[in-house]
């Protein structure tokens, strides 16, 4: 028979490896547990790792897209917002122009003067609304404020343009005072030099800082839809261009039959604006219910992603706990005995 020696440092040193690597493998263990998944992926799946990072990139570029289209939501609800306000400025013009109708009054027609210079504030007010920084109606010119004050004596340019347009008007028909305004002169000052100057290029001079072209915002992969308007559309303009005249010529010294000219004319343009505003809140109401429907196929393909990512990278929480445990239980068994090998010695012995 023949006897093998071991000695006591052999044994520490293999008792020690054993118990750093089962150390390392309890980390692995708790970040598995922890996450619910493989904690290196790619030594776990292999060959099949592609197709994991292709759907978290899948997962992150959807998540993307439900975090912005809850902006562009925002934005949609916001602009609504806004023109509601304006629709119910152009309505209270229009209430104020029906219930004038004939009316000489000169109380009644300053009383009417102010309501609707007070409706055009609240028009600008809502048409300058910015939502995170970025101006709601200025199209794609988010940083610029899109109308001017026409009630701002400083700056108006509308207003210097306008009383231009009436003198050279009245000086090229020889008209000298606005009691000698007849009502075929005012038909064709309103249709022919006011009109254009708010339905033309003169709009963007006086009025406009708006970009003709709307915001787009991509909604889900194959979706992109208006997320914005403008202040250049013809329901702003004929609102503006209804307001003015109202403004400046019903309470003008003219005969009843040129104020009743400027109040129809003032009436059609502003139930035209009322008819323009309205198809910009169905327009933005289509694009509301695009993003709504979007985001439930987004909620709809994100939840089926994450059960294939689960099913690629998941790991049976329950096996890592219960392996995880049975190796704390080996580390403390290793700890003991280590302990215990220290302690051998001949001195002990003797």
Do not use: C
């Not at 005969?255 to 008819?275: D, L, N």
Request: aromatic share 6%; hydrophobic share 40%.
């Amino acid at each position: 028979m023949k006897t093998s020696f071991v000695s006591n440092l052999a044994v520490q040193n293999a008792m020690r490896l054993t118990i750093q690597q089962t150390q390392a493998e309890v980390v692995k263990l708790q970040a598995e547990v922890t996450t619910g998944r493989h904690a290196d992926v790619g030594v776990a799946l292999g060959g099949t790792t592609s197709r994991s990072l292709d759907l978290q990139r899948e997962m992150a570029r959807m998540q993307t897209l439900t975090t912005t289209n809850a902006v562009v939501t925002q934005r949609l609800a916001a602009s609504q917002e806004a023109l509601e306000t304006v629709a119910d400025a152009a309505q209270s013009i229009n209430k104020v122009l029906i219930s004038l109708s004939g009316s000489e009054s000169a109380d009644q027609l300053a009383i009417a003067k102010t309501e609707v210079t007070n409706a055009l504030s609240i028009f600008t007010g809502a048409v300058n609304t910015s939502f995170n920084g970025e101006y709601l109606f200025s199209g794609i010119n988010t940083d610029v404020k899109p109308v001017a004050d026409y009630n701002d004596p400083a700056v108006s340019a509308a207003k210097t343009t306008f009383d231009t347009e009436l003198s050279s008007y009245m000086s090229a028909n020889g008209i000298a005072s606005m009691s000698d305004f007849t009502a075929s002169q005012m038909d064709d000052f309103i249709s022919n030099t006011l009109e254009p100057l708010y339905m033309g290029t003169q709009w963007t001079t006086d009025w406009s800082q708006a970009s003709d072209q709307t915001m787009t915002s991509r909604i889900s992969t194959s979706e992109v839809v208006a997320s914005s308007t403008t202040a250049n559309s013809d329901g702003m303009r004929k609102f503006a261009l209804a307001s003015v005249i109202a403004s400046e010529l019903l309470g003008a010294d003219v005969s009843s039959e040129v104020r009743s000219t400027v109040s129809t004319a003032a009436m059609g343009y502003i139930g035209e604006a009322i008819s323009g505003i309205d198809a910009q809140r169905s327009d933005l109401g289509i694009s509301e219910a695009r993003v709504e429907k979007a985001n439930t196929s987004l909620a709809a393909q994100i939840k089926l992603v994450t059960t294939h990512i689960s099913d690629l990278e998941g790991i049976d929480s329950y096996e890592a706990s219960t392996r995880m445990n049975t190796l704390l239980t080996q580390i403390e068994t290793s700890y003991t005995l280590t302990s215990r090998l220290q302690q051998l010695s001949l001195i002990n012995f003797l």
